[in-house]
């Protein structure tokens, strides 16, 4: 069930429409600015947004799992990517709250995001990076 919309853009909630309901979380994009934080140390997004410990996270929601061209993946993550898998919002929700429960053998230390709030919340600040940033 959708459990919160709100101070999410047009764009943002057009996505969330078109999935049913269950799929994810609508969050706060403006709440989900400050819980990236979190990320920042290895993940960058916007337009002059470079790979570090952690690939670029533009166009991040849709994206197939492991296509960031030039940075290496887990042997983990390769195989979702291979398989077929892309990062829903559904999927990135279920692996920002334990990737390493989510993707075992993944090379990402992060513990993860406790709160549905905190995950909801950074999938929809990622999803206002798409075609390469704003």
Not at 24 to 53: I, P, T, Y
Not at 114 to 121: C, Q, V, Y
Request: net charge negative; charged share 25%.
């Amino acid at each position: 069930m959708i459990k919160r919309v709100f101070g999410t853009t047009f764009a943002t909630l057009l996505t969330f429409a078109a999935l049913t309901p269950g799929d994810v979380l609508a969050g706060d994009a403006e709440a989900g600015k400050k819980s990236f934080r979190k990320c920042q140390a290895c993940h960058a997004v916007g337009e002059d947004a470079q790979n570090k410990a952690g690939p670029v996270l533009n166009d991040v929601v849709g994206r197939p799992v492991a296509a960031v061209e030039g940075f290496g993946y887990s042997d983990a993550l390769v195989k979702l990517g291979e398989a077929g898998d892309t990062w829903t919002p559904e999927a990135l929700d279920a692996f920002l709250t334990k990737p390493r429960d989510y993707v075992p053998g993944t090379k990402m230390s992060f513990a993860g995001l406790r709160k549905e709030e905190d995950r909801a919340d950074v999938i929809a600040y990622l999803m206002t990076f798409s075609d390469g940033g704003s």
